[in-house]
């Protein structure tokens, strides 16, 4: 390790789940010193006050602030925002331009490339709309080398993460596919740390729905890659459910096949897909569960052939917290940095 | 209460969940006594000993028995098998016809109709295929009419009661359907109660996964219903889930429609289907919560239209120990003695 | 059943746990017809829309409302009130002594018999200090014979019933007892339904900890009711502590003896002291498990005698929110309105 | 990092839920090569198709094997044994003096220094009677001098670790105690991985209760090492408790103080205790929670002082596979290796 590698970042939005994870991972990164952390919740507080189990690096104490201090933002090399939908663009309308900083939107404000898409999905006007096509989207297995050059990253949202990486593979391959329905079962900490009733544990402990059926907002962001990913438009039917666990995203990709196509075939064609993502794992047709993944960076993937249907059954699993956000948000830097793409990001998680 | 219109049952199979929930409900039924319960594990043992919370009807104490007495099986009015798949059969092959109780089988082996379908689904000849058509299906909500006038019945499966009711009235109006795919989850205890090293705590909790995606043996008995129910033919794709719960399934049914339907449609077909069915609620298009059920006998069903790809979406929720299993087989009961249909089975349920 | 047996009731506080278990069990009483039940959440909403699962008695539909009317107060035989603490009191000083009704306090104000000990426990001073003795100390097993004769109840505090009933056989019996721990662990619900971070499910999901260990204000109760029972003033230490559980607690009492006792006569004891209670089992030296009464009016007792250290070990499990609330309630109304005890208790529960 | 620094280890019983712990901690630890993991029931897999996001070092594919073969034996340098009670002498008593290599014991064999100890706690004659000595007892912050210089160490128990920290300050220090009672609640994985009905998901989930409360096997262990600690010989009363969690044990100490001592008495003797101790934190009158210390290796204490009884109530945290186990095993290496002490254990937990 040579020690004039090291950046120096800083986080906006430390209190949500995704900043504490983003905390947690850069302190124990061997290339990263964090600048700052805000939290309006936790200002002054020292980050072991508010976990315990936190183990700060050497001397050095983190302490939360409110805001980011203006000779801080000169300071750092790349910047992770980990806000609620419209407060990234606020954030960064008074000073986009105005810092050398690499930015990695955790939040949802950038990922959508059409501003009609984004009003249509958000129900709103988008702020900074001529800098959407400034900001690549981060999913690294698929857009790697575009990150590598970017300066700009919107992260994808937890649930496209799963999504789009069981589809990938066949939405690349020339496969037949005449309809796509998703039924995905997400963690409750997806959902952030919302004081509502609903979110109480007698509201969930031991209960199970579905929510948004009529339309996720996520929808847009999958259909948009969809497309960018196979050059084909799919409108796809997409209903998200919550799960009595506090991590996880268990995705069920229903794809109703054009046209036959062996176990074989399907097998070869994840293989080579993800024979270079070292936080993607196919598993042929062994179906993975959700505790395989809390607690680690990994993506598994495992499908299944309904003949009887044409039906081709995707499985795929993610840490929503992990790589649905801020893993995947490090793997991001570790590519745009130059770094190994696995480090800091290889977690044991608790499959025992 | 007139003393005299109290009938004798039996329980075969009382230390599987399933058994012990109906001698839990039976023993609280106004118009019942349970001559004999059976159970290998508990033999000898009261029922007090094995449920501590358990309350004994007065003086009478039940204990479990290992096998049914000759003399018990001619006194009884109706009989419950709770029994793993080809046991029912076995068990009655050598006394159908000997006896004069009704039969109630909570168990497989005689809901489907035809024997092809059986060793299709079950992988096994059927050995008393002349007597499938002796059995009425036992979904009351649908069957009502020859369940009152029918001495045999199948009891459904669990995952068929909720996906049934969430069809049916869909499947007897003449909405065009191009596709049905359905997505299940359920609580633990769906699987009975197996020595398994899957089955433990350690592997559950906190977990989540589909099983048997490439055909449940519940898909023949959801088709041929579906058929029996709407009069055609459909093949539907069904993937069953587990929740790390103990119990209740939630149920999603994505029907792709050919033609264009308002909420309105929809909602009037429901209501209309259901007024008379004491344990089905349909909520319009509030979604339904597992634990709204969960200790109740009630289904209820929630839906949305999907507008942008033309899909229904369905929402059904029970109790898989209660209207999937032993609940229905006591609401058939009380159809087939001509009782008050909801006699036992009002429980209020764990919903705080 | 004689129809003009029937008593009307009102419940005060229809949304909080307690309050909505009322509502659930008077719904299915044979003798009670619910007057109004208050709730400022739900005032207006019909009871079944608020918990769908819930079944109307016949076409009278219960809907909440914002506050009893005077015409109400006037009909009804009997108010349950079940708001937080300083509530009781200041609804009864408006109107103590206006109406006929009985009285059952489910709320904590009138336990405590001394004001002194009330504001040492509760930090202020009590607003109807006058009318602590006109309240008896409604746990059924201790009390039967003054509750069967009074107007007005305090309810007891849940961690007080699981401890109380533990206690009182030994209490009562003249073992010398030099030293009593208790450490309880509760269900969530225990705490009602407060929004606040550390009930969110993801504060409270695999999670465990002991709170208010410096003084839990139930220990005042406990405290004067352990000399109400034995006649000797003891200190107790009382630790509660929270589960990842939504329902129940399971009390650990230690008791240091200061004499030798066989295990034959702790059994005698509890044999004898509850013989008579529908809903308490002495399981003897079998520990009781708390899934065992989630959802029944069940107090569970087992013991052990750990001679190494002289401790006799008293283990007791409830439902929190039925015998330790709502349950215990009704239980105080059959037995103050001569109905039979068990009346609208007897509860199947979850126990599979 | 200088490769010849690196050790060579084998683990007997891989299988366990600490042995692949261990698995996972040293696949990441920086100085260690896995020489072999034995494991029945996995052998010849890869531990990356038991575990489908475990990580292989580069191309060193780690498979399960059925036993150590000698040659293996001969080239490590230290050997975990993670067996069941009287596994660890029998696999031992055969090759005793063999090799080379230090052993650290995780199982319960050479833990209790008596033999007569042994046959009390666990009713059989130790076969290795005459070498309980030469292990040292590996409770890393009481003993690291001397784990330092050991060639043998006997891991501590689960409950122990959580109870002997909590009380070694207390021990140390010249306070009066007049009585030690400890009540422990633990995650069901410290049952290890038993294929009995009560560990089914069915038994454990929402449901709590005690257990060997006449005398857990680990009352031995804790009343040896408490003489060790502070020079005095007490008498424990110890209650062991299930949680239904997988990981992490809760213990409650209560000590009834013979003379009176101030909440900065207490801090301080903490403070000073624990300060170069990198996994003890010392929270003060903060109670931990057991969220904060899953997935780490970290035990966290609090206290409070119930003057109203003399009772000191200490509470402490940890991970019974980390900390409690696996975690612990590795300190102990680290030290007797002369590595930093916490390689390969800085875990971030999974405290959101």
């Known amino acids: 390790m040579i020690m004039n590698k090291n950046i120096k970042v800083g986080i906006i939005g430390g209190s949500g789940f995704t900043g504490m994870e983003l905390v947690k991972i850069l302190s124990r990164h061997k290339y ?41 933002l000169e300071k750092i090399d790349l910047i992770f925002l980990c806000l609620p939908p419209l407060k990234s663009m606020e954030f960064l309308k008074c000073i986009y331009g105005n810092y050398k900083f690499k930015i990695i939107d955790v939040g949802s404000d950038f990922r959508l490339k059409s501003s009609d898409d984004y009003k249509y999905w958000y129900g709103t006007e988008h702020i900074l709309k001529e800098k959407l096509s ?48 998703i039924d995905s079962k997400s963690g409750v900490s997806g959902a952030g740390r919302k004081l509502k009733d609903e979110y109480l544990f007698g509201s969930l402990n031991n209960n199970f729905y579905a929510y948004s059926a009529e339309g996720h907002r996520h929808t847009g ?43 074989e075939q399907i097998c070869s064609l994840f293989e080579n897909f993800y024979k270079c993502s070292p936080f993607v794992k196919f ?61 800091g990001l290889q977690f044991n998680g608790i499959f025992s």
């Open 221 to 263: 962001e999958i259909e948009q890659e969809i497309e960018n990913i196979g050059g084909k438009k799919y409108r796809v039917s997409f209903t998200p459910h919550l799960l009595p666990m506090t991590r996880g995203i268990f995705t069920s990709i229903y794809c109703k096949l054009g046209e036959e196509k062996t176990e």
């Open 32 to 72: 990263v010193e964090i600048s700052f952390a805000t939290s309006r919740i936790y200002k002054n507080l020292l980050v072991s006050e508010v976990f315990p189990s936190y183990q700060d690096n050497g001397d050095m104490k983190l302490a939360f602030t409110c805001q980011p201090e203006k000779g801080n």
């Open 283 to 343: 598993m042929g047709k062994r179906i993975p569960q959700l505790k395989d993944v809390v607690g680690t960076n990994m993506c598994l993937i495992g499908f299944c052939l309904d003949v009887r249907t044409d039906t081709l059954k995707i499985f795929s699993v993610i840490d929503n917290l992990l790589k649905g956000a801020a893993g995947q948000a490090v793997q991001n830097m570790n590519i745009m940095m130059g770094f190994d793409e696995k480090e």
């Open 134 to 181: 400034d900001f690549v989207y981060g999913l690294t297995e698929i857009n790697k080398d575009k990150i590598k050059k970017s300066k700009y990253i919107a992260n994808p949202g937890c649930y496209p993460v799963s999504i789009l990486l069981g589809l990938a593979p066949v939405l690349k391959s020339n496969i037949k596919i005449k309809d796509i329905n």
